[in-house]
């Protein structure tokens, strides 16, 4: 049935062990300090959801809250802005820690570097973050987003100041097509798909995911937890779950969290990757029609690949109604626990983390993963309700329910 959640556990020990050394602390701390320059910067909150943890029987459960990154209600813009400030450090033959966000925009550094086109293909969120980012930098941006995307974050990302447009492609095809633009127009592309030839970026933006990392390890630190038992992080190319497994590979080494990669079932690359159990990354073709648009990439990064099938341990696929269900939960809490509006790419893990805690036919998965009473979920709420509208007829009307699939 195709409104079941799928797993398989990660067998693919005899690959051999990624490298994780450009996540580590020292690397994603330069990131972390160059976010920090910005004058917009602050923490995003990480919400302990205490009453809930209690209801579903785990000992706690820690919610990364992203929709007040940069007012941009996602993290995506942590990733595309790092990436094009080591781009232009690494023009200006400088170290990225030398240059934080003044410089950058000193008109001493503008007429070192002269006008820059960033260009990328996006769901929404990165784009923004793109948009956003060559907005503050004083420089033009070219977005392309893929069939179906929502109009409410094409206007999001227009009123950046972008070139952008819906195009009729999938994703992948329209990072294919953006790519080519780019090359043929002297842009430079910024995008968290790695391919051969084209990695260096792609590094770049999932170190600037690791803040994201690096800050929730801090604030539980902070509230006396010294480091999750499990990390719950779901996958679109696998960007952020590659920083967020790395990060943490590199931090805990032999003690890492226990971590489970979450994709939509429309657009599962790294589960059918696990499955095939030979170590390659395999793809997902078609229109992939999920509500995470978020996750809606059919092609792995493969610099992520290397590192989840190197230290991961769940691969899971999820329906859409996990993650509606989700929305919902975190929505509508229970007494005292802080209340997150979360979107569709940005709920899964939770709807995924109650329905193992609470279905008797996921309870073998719930076994092996050794969720209890002692575990300290650490989960990523990555953006908010980037598309209003349709937040509210999942939350408030109850569309994509279980019930009615």
């Keep these: 049935m195709d409104n079941i959640i799928k797993w398989k556990f990660n067998e693919l020990e005899n690959c051999g062990k990624a490298s994780t050394a450009f996540l580590s602390k020292k690397e994603v701390s330069k990131a972390k300090n160059f976010h920090g320059s910005f004058p917009q910067y602050e923490r995003t909150p990480v919400a302990s959801l205490d009453n809930l943890a209690k209801e579903i029987g785990l000992g706690g459960i820690y919610l990364k809250d992203e929709s007040y990154r940069f007012g941009l209600n996602a993290f995506k813009?942590?990733?595309?802005?790092?990436?094009?400030?080591?781009?232009?450090?690494?023009?200006?033959?400088?170290?990225?820690?030398?240059?934080?966000?003044?410089?950058?925009?000193?008109?001493?550094?503008?007429?070192?570097?002269?006008?820059?086109?960033?260009?990328?293909?996006?769901?929404?969120?990165?784009?923004?973050?793109?948009?956003?980012?060559?907005?503050?930098?004083?420089?033009?941006?070219?977005?392309?987003?893929?069939?179906g995307s929502s109009l409410t974050r094409l206007a999001h990302i227009q009123a950046e100041g972008a070139e952008a447009s819906i195009t009729d492609m999938n994703y992948d095809d329209a990072v294919r097509f953006a790519a080519k633009y780019a090359e043929e127009n002297n842009g430079l592309m910024v995008q968290d798909t790695a391919w051969e030839g084209y990695e260096e970026i792609p590094t770049w933006i999932m170190q600037g995911y690791g803040t994201m990392a690096l800050e929730a390890s801090e604030q539980l630190k902070e509230i006396e937890v010294e480091k999750p038992t499990h990390v719950f992080v779901q996958a679109g190319v696998g960007s952020l779950a590659g920083a967020v497994q790395g990060f943490f590979a590199s931090e805990f080494g032999e003690d890492c969290p226990t971590t489970v990669i979450v994709e939509s079932n429309l657009a599962d690359c790294f589960y059918k990757s696990a499955v095939a159990g030979d170590g390659k990354a395999y793809a997902v073709g078609g229109d992939m029609q999920t509500i995470m648009a978020g996750l809606a990439c059919g092609e792995a990064n493969t610099i992520g690949w290397e590192v989840l099938k190197s230290y991961s341990s769940a691969f899971v696929s999820c329906p859409d109604w996990v993650s509606a269900n989700g929305m919902r939960i975190l929505g509508n809490p229970l007494k005292d626990d802080r209340k997150v509006i979360s979107g569709e790419s940005g709920a899964v893990t939770t709807g995924l983390l109650y329905e193992i805690m609470t279905n008797p036919d996921y309870k073998e998965l719930k076994e092996k993963l050794k969720l209890d009473e002692n575990s300290k979920v650490l989960l990523f709420s990555t953006e908010g309700d980037t598309d209003p509208a349709m937040y509210r007829k999942i939350v408030w009307k109850g569309v994509n329910s279980k019930e009615e699939l």
């Design 77 to 147: 813009v942590l990733g595309g802005s790092f990436a094009m400030a080591k781009y232009i450090a690494k023009k200006l033959e400088t170290d990225i820690s030398e240059l934080d966000y003044e410089k950058i925009i000193s008109d001493e550094v503008r007429d070192k570097l002269g006008e820059i086109t960033f260009v990328t293909a996006t769901d929404g969120n990165h784009g923004r973050g793109v948009a956003w980012t060559a907005n503050k930098l004083k420089q033009k941006s070219v977005i392309y987003m893929p069939i």
